[in-house]
């Protein structure tokens, strides 16, 4: 799996001119068909998204394209879960976060005690992003919990990688950070800068 941008027609691009790496041997990756459809939720509308599937020319290994949009596993767009984590980090409850983003707010409970698991090693996954794209950074601020210091840790890596390489919208750079695990069982915290 891979993560890339949402406009399909620039993955197409950046298929055709073999600009894309292999995350396993950083060969040069083709086009293989199509991932299943996969229903995408937010804010109230669902729609269904088809990655695009890749093979890498080196190791034969196949890779899907998952839009910056979502989360591996996850139904509903990570601007949506991003904004219940952040609404957490500053003391909201999930059944609050669940209304106001049309969620239900047992998902939300899920989505939370989920990344609450492994905040600790977000936290530091997310601060070694910063600091490599960033030496500059000084040391954190305590926001309060180990959650919001997480929370506090991702939005200085998007900040670090948004000044190194340019915007990505929404949660866009948290996708690339997180290689889609951002609420994964299994560590994707390997996934170096
Ligand atoms: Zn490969």
Known sequence: MLI???????VEQLLAARALQCP???GELRPWGSARPRPVRELGTETVCTP????CASCEKTHVLLPDTMLLRRRDALVVIGAALL???TGEGSRLIGRRLGVHPDTVRGWLRRFALRAEGWRAHCWAWAHALDASLGPIAPAGSVFADAVSAIGLAVGAATRRFGPRPGWGWVAVISAGGLLANTSTLSIAP
């Open 4 to 10: 890339v941008g949402r406009d399909r027609a620039a």
């Open 24 to 26: 396993h041997c950083r």
């Open 52 to 55: 695009r599937r890749s093979r």
């Open 87 to 89: 609404a957490k980090a």
